[in-house]
């Protein structure tokens, strides 16, 4: 894989998601976005459902600094020791593997190695990825930090832009969460009519 590519660096890690450090502060790939990272022996695709930026001291609070400077650059131009005080981490839930060129919509053996790489998935990936819709119940399982809907809802309108109709892939997404959450029916529709467009 390209080095220009990476993003990040598994820092914490399970079998059911992981966690990553940015190699840039601007650097978190979006809410609902694709990532892949690496085990021993496969790639791991994550979709990535929370990030945030803060201070490596927890006991040092990050203070406002632009008060006299005439725009955000200006903040890291001044102050280049920045860079160096805080970090950007985002988690990543697990939603599948691959083993040899097959592609697994369920949680690996082992989680994604400490260290490990992050790379965005492109968008042949993810066509690819989503060609089948198993890993769904993976997301509406899902104890987050974050609404899990709004996570679902973020990725499926994300891949849906790498297939060739993006509102039959929605349709088709859809009956499948339907099918899912057919036992709470004021979830499914939060979560359908955020997929409307």
Known sequence: MDL?????????????????QCYNLEG??????????????????????????HGIDPNRRIIARGQNVGSEADIYKANPQLSKLLSTDFRALIVGYNKGKTVLQYL????????AFVYPCDMDEVRDFTQSLNFLSLLTDARLSVSPDEVITA????????HPSPDDFLVKAGKEIAWLLSNDIRRLDSILKRLQR
């Open 108 to 115: 690996p053996p082992l989680p994604a190695s400490i260290y």
């Open 4 to 20: 220009k590519q990476r993003i990040a660096e598994v820092v914490e890690t399970s079998n059911a998601e992981f966690m990553a």
């Open 155 to 162: 990725f499926l309108r994300y891949a849906s832009q790498s």
């Open 28 to 53: 978190a790939p979006a809410l609902g976005s694709m990532v892949k990272t690496k085990s021993k022996d496969y790639d791991i695709y994550a979709i990535v459902y929370s990030s945030s930026t």
